[in-house]
């Protein structure tokens, strides 16, 4: 009889199965215990780096044109950034930016460059040599004697004084040496 109302408690006794308790949960076999929690840490991290310097160009009109120099030279600078590191299990799970410090500021580079156009030379001043005794003030670099004309040595002139060139025209050019104007006479 012990059986029987065993049966009879379980569902299985003699007439229809009944199909489901009422209490689904009450045969459920028993929860597994879940993971163990993780252990997790906070830590504040530096971190350094450098900063890298920028460079600039100026004009100098104290230096030539073409020239160009450092005038400043470029150094880096240097940053500490502060972190909040978040490690779960000692695995780094995150890191949140707290501050950034600049403590030492980085110096630009500056290169001059020369803008100043050079001077031309100014031309050696004409010292005209003292006439020598018999040659016309008017000419330089050869003796034009004077005389009522004077051609160019082997060209198409009759004289009656010749000179064998170049001379410089230095003042009027009363024998009309300088045929093509250039300041030059008997260069052809």
């Not at 408690?9 to 199909?19: K, S």
């Not at 840490?41 to 160009?57: L, N």
């Not at 501050?99 to 630009?108: D, F, H, K, M, Q």
Request: net charge negative.
């Amino acid at each position: 009889m012990v059986a029987a109302s065993l049966l009879a408690l379980a569902g299985c006794g003699g007439a229809a199965h009944d199909p489901a308790p009422e209490t689904p949960h009450a045969f459920a076999a028993p929860a597994s215990a879940g993971p163990s929690p993780k252990a997790t840490t906070f830590e504040t991290v530096e971190v350094s780096a450098s900063i890298p310097f920028e460079r600039t160009t100026v004009d100098d009109p104290e230096r030539d044109a073409g020239v160009t120099e450092i005038v400043t030279p470029g150094a880096l600078g240097t940053k500490v950034s502060t972190y909040r590191v978040t490690r779960v299990d000692g695995v780094e799970a995150a890191r949140t930016l707290v501050s950034e410090t600049v403590t030492v500021a980085p110096v630009t580079e500056v290169t001059a460059h020369g803008t100043r156009e050079p001077q031309a030379a100014a031309p050696a001043p004409f010292v005209a040599a003292e006439p020598a005794a018999q040659c016309d003030p008017n000419y330089a670099d050869a003796c034009v004697p004077i005389a009522s004309d004077v051609d160019c040595a082997g060209g198409k002139g009759n004289g009656p004084a010749y000179v064998q060139g170049p001379v410089r025209v230095v003042g009027t050019d009363i024998y009309d040496l300088d045929r093509d104007g250039d300041g030059i006479g008997c260069d052809k």
